[in-house]
Protein backbone atom coordinates (compact mmCIF):
# COMPACT_ATOMS: atom_id res chain seq x y z
CA UNK A 1 0.00 0.00 0.00
CA UNK A 2 1.25 3.48 -1.34
CA UNK A 3 0.51 6.69 0.15
CA UNK A 4 0.80 10.20 -1.19
CA UNK A 5 0.16 12.70 1.76
CA UNK A 6 0.38 16.58 0.53
CA UNK A 7 1.02 19.89 2.64
CA UNK A 8 1.59 23.70 2.25
CA UNK A 9 -1.56 24.89 0.26
CA UNK A 10 -3.29 27.68 1.78
CA UNK A 11 -4.69 31.23 1.17
CA UNK A 12 -2.19 34.00 -0.09
CA UNK A 13 -2.47 37.61 -1.87
CA UNK A 14 -1.72 38.11 -5.29
CA UNK A 15 2.26 37.85 -5.86
CA UNK A 16 2.46 36.05 -2.64
CA UNK A 17 4.57 32.85 -2.44
CA UNK A 18 3.78 29.26 -1.18
CA UNK A 19 5.39 26.00 -0.90
CA UNK A 20 3.69 22.25 -1.31
CA UNK A 21 5.37 19.11 -0.20
CA UNK A 22 4.45 15.74 -0.62
CA UNK A 23 5.60 12.87 0.65
CA UNK A 24 5.13 9.12 -0.37
CA UNK A 25 5.14 6.53 1.87
CA UNK A 26 4.85 2.50 2.18
CA UNK A 27 5.73 -0.67 -0.01
CA UNK A 28 8.18 1.32 -2.34
CA UNK A 29 10.55 -0.45 -4.26
CA UNK A 30 11.35 2.71 -6.68
CA UNK A 31 10.34 6.20 -6.97
CA UNK A 32 10.34 7.10 -11.03
CA UNK A 33 8.81 10.31 -12.28
CA UNK A 34 6.82 12.56 -9.53
CA UNK A 35 4.71 15.84 -10.47
CA UNK A 36 2.09 18.01 -9.48
CA UNK A 37 -1.03 18.58 -10.89
CA UNK A 38 -3.85 21.63 -10.78
CA UNK A 39 -7.64 21.30 -11.29
CA UNK A 40 -9.38 24.88 -10.81
CA UNK A 41 -13.37 24.93 -10.83
CA UNK A 42 -14.98 23.50 -13.63
CA UNK A 43 -11.99 23.01 -15.05
CA UNK A 44 -10.16 19.67 -15.90
CA UNK A 45 -7.00 18.76 -14.28
CA UNK A 46 -3.73 19.68 -16.07
CA UNK A 47 -0.35 19.19 -15.72
CA UNK A 48 1.49 21.66 -13.72
CA UNK A 49 5.11 20.43 -13.55
CA UNK A 50 7.08 17.11 -13.39
CA UNK A 51 10.44 15.56 -12.45
CA UNK A 52 11.89 12.47 -13.27
CA UNK A 53 14.45 10.62 -11.15
CA UNK A 54 17.82 11.99 -12.52
CA UNK A 55 16.23 13.65 -15.29
CA UNK A 56 14.92 17.36 -16.54
CA UNK A 57 11.99 19.02 -15.34
CA UNK A 58 9.22 19.91 -17.01
CA UNK A 59 6.29 22.62 -16.81
CA UNK A 60 3.26 23.87 -17.92
CA UNK A 61 4.17 27.21 -19.98
CA UNK A 62 1.60 28.89 -17.04
CA UNK A 63 3.67 28.64 -14.73
CA UNK A 64 7.48 28.57 -15.88
CA UNK A 65 9.70 31.37 -13.97
CA UNK A 66 7.62 31.64 -11.29
CA UNK A 67 7.63 27.93 -9.95
CA UNK A 68 10.16 25.34 -9.43
CA UNK A 69 9.45 21.49 -8.76
CA UNK A 70 12.14 19.33 -7.23
CA UNK A 71 12.85 16.41 -5.22
CA UNK A 72 14.61 14.60 -2.26
CA UNK A 73 14.95 11.18 -3.20
CA UNK A 74 15.59 9.84 0.15
CA UNK A 75 12.77 11.03 1.69
CA UNK A 76 10.47 10.40 -1.12
CA UNK A 77 9.17 13.73 -1.13
CA UNK A 78 8.47 16.23 -3.85
CA UNK A 79 8.30 20.16 -3.44
CA UNK A 80 6.85 22.47 -5.41
CA UNK A 81 7.72 26.28 -4.77
CA UNK A 82 5.14 29.29 -6.50
CA UNK A 83 6.29 32.39 -6.19
CA UNK A 84 4.75 35.47 -8.05
CA UNK A 85 1.34 33.41 -7.40
CA UNK A 86 -1.74 34.73 -9.48
CA UNK A 87 -5.19 34.28 -8.86
CA UNK A 88 -5.69 32.21 -11.88
CA UNK A 89 -3.26 29.28 -9.90
CA UNK A 90 -5.73 29.19 -7.95
CA UNK A 91 -7.42 25.59 -7.52
CA UNK A 92 -6.79 22.05 -5.87
CA UNK A 93 -3.26 20.72 -6.29
CA UNK A 94 -2.51 17.05 -6.99
CA UNK A 95 0.73 15.20 -6.17
CA UNK A 96 1.22 12.76 -8.78
CA UNK A 97 4.19 9.84 -8.75
CA UNK A 98 4.72 6.03 -10.34
CA UNK A 99 6.30 4.27 -8.00
CA UNK A 100 7.34 0.45 -8.22
CA UNK A 101 6.15 -1.68 -5.29
CA UNK A 102 7.02 -4.84 -6.91
CA UNK A 103 9.93 -6.26 -9.08
CA UNK A 104 7.00 -7.91 -10.89
CA UNK A 105 5.61 -4.85 -11.53
CA UNK A 106 8.95 -2.89 -12.73
CA UNK A 107 7.04 -0.11 -14.56
CA UNK A 108 5.17 0.63 -11.38
CA UNK A 109 1.57 1.89 -10.96
CA UNK A 110 0.40 5.74 -10.97
CA UNK A 111 -0.60 6.59 -7.35
CA UNK A 112 -2.30 10.87 -6.50
CA UNK A 113 -2.21 12.36 -3.42
CA UNK A 114 -5.47 13.78 -2.01
CA UNK A 115 -4.95 17.23 -3.02
CA UNK A 116 -4.62 20.82 -1.39
CA UNK A 117 -6.34 24.08 -1.88
CA UNK A 118 -4.68 27.09 -3.12
CA UNK A 119 -6.29 30.28 -3.41
CA UNK A 120 -4.85 33.61 -4.36
CA UNK A 121 -7.16 36.13 -3.58
CA UNK A 122 -6.50 39.47 -2.05
Known amino acids: QVQLVESGGGLVQPGGSLRLSCAAS????????MGWYRQAPGKQRELVAT???????NYADSVKGRFTISRDNAKNTVYLQMTSLKPEDTGVYYC????????????????WGQGTQVTVSS
Open 96 to 111: NARIMTTTTRPFGDDY
Open 51 to 57: VPNGGKT
Open 26 to 33: GSIFSVYI
